[in-house]
């Protein structure tokens, strides 16, 4: 085994260490870091999983151009000169970047400084843009910056957390455990949760507000006429430190004048919103943590803002256990904030439309020109592919044709480009498919740079891992692109150190305390202590200053010094539901997948527990639609449709629909949810409205269901529904069609048989219930099954999934083998609940039967689940209610 070696994981925003290990064979092992400050060991299953992420398979290995491999100088050549020759005929505008929060700042600082100072455009957004951009639009109407006033031991001290938007137990399992385990040691720690579905992070709150969809700023308004009406407004911090106050105030009152008005718009209970406010108001030490349910709306900004006024007006901001946090859903959209990555910003945290800013940063770089102006935020920029305005694009570590809002849209607009660049570590995405150019990129475990997490803690990540293949750095390509382009004295990097140095130093240039993102203090690394450096946050001006905490002195970074707090008037969401589409569309994560796949698609486990793609509706919707839970439905609006799973839930707010975000073409026929989502935009952030979608429902109806189970991943052509998951050793794919195969037997035998293969095939075939089993097996070893019936109503697909782990196969099991059950004396684990340690339902209802289990403790110490990143303990809490 190889010296582990200390590096940052490279999912949430949360920003774990992580300790990698190599052994001999080349097998990757993961563990926490103990002594990181942000995860102190823990791992969710998505970070525990790491090491089986990292193999070759399906890497991008080779420079491509028009689909045929070639070298590093004939692609970058082509690259530099097609951008040149766009340049010189149509102008700097006609070209564009779209890059990636999975980039590392260095990656993320050479792209924005190519663009916006030595082309000349600032048309270089990021998908950060989709996930956190009200944020930081709203941060820099309040404090004059995008500036996170808060650190995660601010939830350790809090006496209230307020979580609005946030499913935290999913999304940031580890930061969650930390919120769990203060509970515990604080009695008096209270958690509300604001959110329209039920979901696991209820599991810890004292109150849910299940609020509709899209009505929080008036929440947060009703909260703001409350606190003034009780009295709690902090006079001494509102007069030095604040204007917009009786502004604010008068927009509060328009909006949500007494507690009965906010429950009619929010439909909540007065007594549940009075409880809410009470705790608000009597509590000192508040934090609120607020994320994608925020964000993620047309009105966005505003619904940050309502929620900083808050904190605000009351002068909880600025000391320890109190202020509005904002989450960041990736690992490095905050180090793509702080080198300028947005298409409205300039590095350092400097502004396009100041034109002190733009003189300094093109002083600075020594750069010919320097953009003026914004450039086109993510959506509008593939507008402008799509109108042929965009000529050129270069995609960085990103899946747009998944990712976007209107997504068929999208791909109509990357089919038509001119000229598409993509560099990935992946080759085959949804968006490579439209690919002129491919460059292959270094992948995590191979990278070395820095990223910056939710806390303003700046985070290494090291390489333990050779490239593959011919990957190259991100930092790397762009800057050879850029030297071929005619620049190379200012893009001459020979590595992430000497990029981060000039960051640091521009950070900290003409910066007299005026700006607050100033890392100056690093500028000076040698590469040795950049090899070595521990996590810390900034501010850091100068060697040796620790990271202060943000507005202790009252002084903002606006140009009087104050904060503002900002009017605001409850807005409904861009598109209305009506008689069409009657239910709202919320999309969002699962717990153990990540994006559009890519990554956490390579893992069993973490495919184990969401196999495919579901709608999450209400019982009383699913009733009135005529829905079955398990069977499949069809999803449309006004800009797409998808099929998908039916889950019935409870926990879901009737009128709304639930869909994750992470099914692609890779993995699906039909459940790229984004193509039903449309493109409207919050007008100041230019976020996406992913929260809110008017739809409609009905059930999709087959003719025939099915599954397969295949050690090969196949290419489906007959079912018109397919989606797939990697399983340990075979691939698992639910199947659905509305035609009738004519004969069964030997459609199976073509997809599953070479023609000359030699196989062991068993097989059922009911004409008349329109049923057919069949398993092939070569050398006495299971290869790959398939079931077929005329409903869903198939076998369960755990105890033959075990089968692929055997070297053959027992008498009894084969005699079971079509049936799809175990035999006698064999169980099977079942669907898995918890991911980090691979605990079946099965094995966990067994347990608790057999041994008496009565807590998610005692499953714990018996069985190990829970015991990690805690992202199962409110499914084991209610199995243990089910069983007991």
Avoid at 576 to 590: S, W
Avoid at 812 to 825: E, F, N, V
Wanted: proline share 5%.
């Amino acid at each position: 085994m190889s010296k582990a070696v200390q590096t940052t994981c490279p999912y949430c925003g949360v920003g774990c260490g992580v300790s990698a290990a190599v052994d001999a064979e080349g097998r990757v092992t993961v563990k926490g870091d103990p002594d990181h400050p942000a995860n102190f060991g823990r791992l969710c299953s998505k970070g525990a999983a790491l090491g089986e992420t990292v193999d070759l398979d399906g890497r991008l290995l080779y420079p491509e151009v028009n689909g045929a491999q070639t070298d590093w100088d004939t692609a970058l050549g082509h690259v530099a000169e097609r951008f040149q020759a766009v340049i010189r005929e149509h102008g700097p505008e006609a070209v564009a970047f779209y890059v990636s929060g999975q980039l590392l700042t260095e990656d993320y600082y050479v792209a924005n400084k190519l663009m916006k100072g030595f082309i000349g455009s600032a048309n270089i957004d990021t998908n950060s843009r989709l996930c956190m951009s009200s944020a930081v639009a709203g941060y820099k109407r309040a404090f004059g910056a995008d500036t996170v006033p808060c650190n995660y031991e601010d939830l350790e001290r809090a006496k209230l957390i307020v979580l609005a938007g946030s499913n935290a137990a999913w999304c940031h399992p580890v930061l969650y455990q930390r919120i769990v385990k203060a509970r515990k040691e604080h009695s008096d720690l209270r958690v509300i949760v604001i959110d329209p579905r039920k979901t696991n992070t209820c599991d810890g709150a004292d109150l849910h507000l299940a609020i509709a969809p899209g009505t929080d700023a008036t929440l947060f308004n009703g909260l703001l006429v409350y606190l003034d009406a009780q009295g709690e407004a902090n006079s001494l911090f509102l007069n030095s430190a604040v204007d917009g106050v009786e502004g604010a105030l008068a927009a509060a009152r328009a909006d949500a004048p007494d507690l009965d008005s906010v429950a009619r718009r929010c439909g909540l209970s007065v007594e549940d919103i009075a409880e809410f406010y009470r705790l608000f108001a009597r509590t000192e030490r508040v934090v609120t943590v607020y994320s994608q349910g925020i964000n993620q709306f047309s009105m966005g900004t505003d619904k940050v803002n309502s929620i900083i006024n808050c904190h605000l007006y009351t002068g909880r901001i600025g000391r320890a256990g109190m202020g509005p946090f904002s989450m960041t859903g990736q690992p490095n959209a905050m180090g793509g904030r702080e080198v300028g990555g947005l298409a409205n910003q300039l590095a350092a945290h400097m502004d396009l439309d100041n034109p002190e800013h733009t003189d300094r940063v093109q002083r600075f770089w020594n750069a010919p020109v320097i953009a003026q102006r914004a450039g086109l935020k993510a959506v509008d920029m593939f507008e402008a592919v799509a109108a042929g305005k965009i000529k050129a694009l270069w995609v960085m570590a990103t899946n747009p044709a998944v990712s976007l809002p209107d997504s068929d849209r999208v791909r109509d607009a990357l089919a038509q480009c001119e000229f598409l660049v993509v560099s990935d570590c992946v080759r085959h995405t949804d968006t490579t498919t439209y690919a002129h150019v491919l460059l292959p990129a270094s992948a995590w475990g191979e990278k070395d740079g820095t990223v910056t997490n939710s806390e303003r803690r700046i985070l290494r990540q090291r390489a333990f891992l050779p490239s593959a293949g011919e990957a190259q750095p991100d930092w790397w390509i762009v800057s050879e692109v850029a030297k071929r382009m005619g620049f190379t004295a200012a893009f001459d990097y020979a590595s992430a150190a000497q990029v981060f140095r000039e960051h640091a130093a521009l950070s900290a240039f003409e910066n007299a305390g005026q700006r607050d993102f100033d890392i100056g203090a690093l500028a000076r690394l040698d590469d040795a202590q950049y090899a070595e450096l521990q996590p810390l946050q900034w501010p850091r001006p100068t060697v040796g200053t620790p990271g202060t905490r943000l507005f202790a002195d009252g002084r903002f970074f606006t140009p009087n010094g104050r904060a503002r707090m900002i009017a605001i008037a409850g807005k409904a969401p861009a598109s209305a539901t009506d008689a069409d589409y009657p239910l709202v569309l919320n999309t969002g994560r699962v717990r153990d997948h990540w994006h559009t796949l890519t990554r956490t698609g390579k893992s069993p486990r973490l495919s184990a527990h969401s196999i495919e793609p579901y709608a999450e509706i209400h019982p009383d919707d699913a009733a009135r639609y005529e829905l079955r839970d398990g069977a499949l439905l069809e999803v449309t609006s006004r800009w797409g449709r998808a099929v998908t799973r039916i889950r019935v839930s409870g926990a879901q707010r009737p009128g709304s629909v639930f869909m994750p975000i992470h099914w692609n073409n890779q993995f699906s026929s039909l459940a790229s949810v984004d193509s039903l989502i449309g493109p409207h935009t919050d007008p100041l952030s230019g976020q996406p409205e992913f929260k809110f979608t008017p739809v409609r429902v009905r059930p999709y109806v087959a003719s025939w269901y099915g599954f397969l189970l295949s050690r090969r991943s196949l290419a489906l052509r007959h079912p018109d529904y397919w989606a797939c998951a990697k399983g340990n050793g075979f691939w698992r794919y639910e199947i659905a069609g509305t035609e009738l195969a004519a004969d069964w037997a030997r459609c199976a035998r073509e997809l599953l048989c070479a023609a000359d293969e030699r196989v062991e095939w068993t097989e059922y075939f009911d004409q008349a219930a329109h049923r057919y089993r069949g398993a092939r097996l070569v050398s006495g070893r299971l290869e790959s099954c398939v079931f077929i019936g005329q409903g869903n109503e198939l076998p369960p697909r755990d105890w033959l999934a075990a089968l692929f782990d055997l070297e053959g196969l027992e008498p009894a099991q084969r005699a079971s083998l079509l049936s799809g059950k175990p035999p006698r004396g064999e169980t099977d684990r079942g669907r898995t609940v918890c991911a980090c340690f691979n605990v079946g339902r099965n094995t966990l209802v067994e347990a608790i039967r057999q041994q008496g289990l009565t807590s998610v403790e005692a499953i714990g110490a018996q069985l190990q689940a829970g015991t990690n990143c805690g992202s199962c303990v409110p499914e084991l809490r209610a199995l243990l209610t089910e069983v007991n």
